[in-house]
């Protein structure tokens, strides 16, 4: 059984343009969580998505859009892309039966130059 | 809002110690709590939870935790450290009903494991 993948692993920007990265959720799960973790510091929660629609949203700028499929894969855009958007992006899913335990893919990390 | 705080940044400890990590939580009902740990460039792994029931939970790698409302902490705890268990330590708490599924991390503490 897979567990979250996520692609790619690694990724180089420069100022201005735009990222898609994307996530597949572990077999059963239909909900996907995006979380953002800076260098030394602890994921923040970007926004996760259920049935094809954004549940909830951290606070982060309209700058992060996200996306769901119907076979539940998932991908995270970022426009105009900043100097401080540089991450390791970590996306995490969870099943249906409202347990919360989320599980974590291992992460697209993002260079903006 | 909920928030959690990891007291230590950096805790070094020798190979065959005991390890204790501190965390302390807010939150306004009583919460879902996790540890996680990540090795450098890798995502998390899920090490222990607690939602309910006994307030002392069993992980896996031979660490446990012991939720404590009375102090807002769920500290980790492994009884013997092995130099596989250097990493960073993540505490988080989860949200339920309308904010399901959205967790609030800590700041991490990184393990240094000495010979």
């Known amino acids: 059984d897979a567990g979250v993948t996520q692609s790619p692993t690694h990724l180089i920007k420069t100022r201005g343009q735009q990222v898609t990265l994307r996530c597949s959720p572990k077999s059963g799960h239909d909900t996907v969580s995006w979380y953002q973790q800076a260098l030394g510091q602890g994921p923040q929660f970007i926004f996760q998505?259920?049935?094809?629609?954004?549940?909830q949203r951290g606070n982060f700028p309209d700058r992060f859009s996200g996306h769901q499929f119907p076979n539940y894969s998932s991908e995270l855009n970022v426009n105009a892309l900043l100097l401080g958007d540089s991450a390791l992006y970590l996306c995490?899913?969870?099943?249906?039966?409202?347990?919360?335990?989320?599980?974590f893919g291992p992460g697209t990390r993002l260079l903006v130059l | 809002a909920q928030s959690v705080t990891q007291p230590d940044i950096h805790i070094t400890v020798s190979e065959g110690a005991s390890l204790e990590l501190r965390c302390n939580y807010s939150y306004g009902a009583t919460p879902y709590l996790f540890w996680y740990v990540q090795s450098p460039g890798q995502g998390l792994q899920l090490l222990l939870k607690?939602?309910?029931?006994?307030?002392l939970v069993q992980g896996i790698k031979g660490f446990e935790a012991e939720f404590k409302r009375s102090q807002s902490s769920f500290n980790l705890r492994k009884p013997s450290v092995h130099w596989s268990d250097a990493a960073e330590y993540f505490c988080a708490v989860g949200a339920y009903g309308t904010n399901a599924g959205k967790s609030t991390f800590g700041d991490g503490t990184t393990l240094t494991v000495k010979p």
């Open positions: 998505y259920y049935e094809e629609e954004e549940r």
């Open positions: 607690y939602f309910s029931g006994d307030t």
């Open positions: 995490a899913s969870s099943q249906p039966t409202g347990e919360e335990t989320q599980y």
